[in-house]
């Protein structure tokens, strides 16, 4: 397939591995020139808290917090040169965009410092994030496709926590507390994944 053909070009496509994580999102991509596109995700992030997967998560990156749940969305602009002219001959080169508004409400959690004593805790976040991502196609199909990227961004957190109550015996209803707290935090992000999905040129206008 030229060049020529991919202009004016929409990708629909799910990212698989994502789902591993309890993140369900759908992306359509639309290329407005040979050597730019557009991208678009809308999503959202289920708390997966003692599920196996979340279990298997946190036993390989020892990390991991899964009680957090909303929506997700990313914008993206990339860079669509076929073995380009970099070091890593990537296929693309995207700049992402991310806004994450996540929360729990009125979870439990023990105190890490005396045992034995509970709090009961509601919070929410937001969550922006700039990255940049490396993708190589798998795949090429005219209709299907896959692909697969690595990349790194920052991520700026601003949380409020409320506290609203605590207790001692694992009971964290014993006294109300409704103590609000604020937090800006700064996380560093590591994107590895792929693209699967179906491709479609647009018609031409008249």
Known sequence: MTQALLFKQLFVYLLPFNF????YSLGMQYRFHEEWAADLTFGYQDAIEGSPQAELYQDVMRQGAFYYSGPVAKLSVLSLVPRGPNPLRTDYNQLELGYRYLGFDSLDFMDEEEAGKMFNITERMHAVNVSWKAGYIIIPREVFEMNGFVGFGLQMRFKETTVNSYGYNFDAH???KNETT?????VPL???GVKIGLKTRLPEQP
Do not use: K, P, T, Y
């Not at 591993?20 to 993140?23: A, K, P, R, S, W």
């Not at 604020?182 to 700064?186: D, E, G, K, V, Y």
């Open 20 to 23: 591993l994580v309890g993140e």
């Open 174 to 176: 014993q006294f109300d």
């Open 182 to 186: 604020n937090a800006l935090q700064f």
């Open 190 to 192: 590591f994107h590895a």
